[in-house]
């Protein structure tokens, strides 16, 4: 384990006096190495919070050596995001134990979890576990058809509050707000701050978000991490700024 206290702890303790995180997140199948060693240093010189590490699909099986890779590289705590079962590696720190709670699909809710269980019990990573809510992003994003889940509608406030209170009443340690990769939309900052308002676990928030502007307005909304994929995949040159951005108090 990297850090001390425990990530989720720190994360807590970075709530409570209103820092702001910001997670990057890498899909093993779309990095050429070029890119990799790019935004790693770039990453490792702006004091990146996190790496997540994972995406809906994953069709080859670099996950191991990526995150070898990157471990050589960087202390950058490195976190599991995974789309199912098969991206599992005792080779990360921390793994969100992620529970679809925005669908009715009963593999993603709890299955998948059963299977990975005995390897997570033996394994060194830490266990978050997180209720994933899927929010319409404007577009059928990969996260949508996989999970075969319909996304809480964009305007539906109201849904995307209960959800989060009751994984928060089920003990779930964080929420995830997610528009999807690749979202045309991200979650609009008016559902963020109707979910701040009705838990006090940390509320982390991505897909589609693509500038600092989006990323300060999530943060502002009441995000504790925000997460930004594709944006740094095609521009790594980002991260500074949104880094940045991320240490302005209040977002
Ligand atoms: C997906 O929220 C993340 O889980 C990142 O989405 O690739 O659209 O930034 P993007």
Redesign the pocket.
Known sequence: MLLQPSLYTDLCRARQSGEKRLAI?LDPDKLPPARLEQTVALAAEAGVHYFFIGGSLVVNDRLDELLSEIRRRCTIPLVL?PGNSFQLSYRADAILLLSLISGRNPELLIGQHVIAAPFLKMSPLEIISTGYMLVDGGVTTA?QYMSNTLPIPAHKDDIAVCTAMAGEMLGLKMLYL??????RQPVPTRMIEAVRGAVDIPLLV?????STAQAVEAWKAGADVV?????LEESPELIPELMRSAKIPGG
Not at 178 to 183: F, K, L, N, Q
Not at 206 to 210: M, V
């Open positions: 997140l995001f996260v997610e528009a999807g990769s690749g979202a991505g897909g589609g978000i693509r997460v930004v994929g594709n944006a």
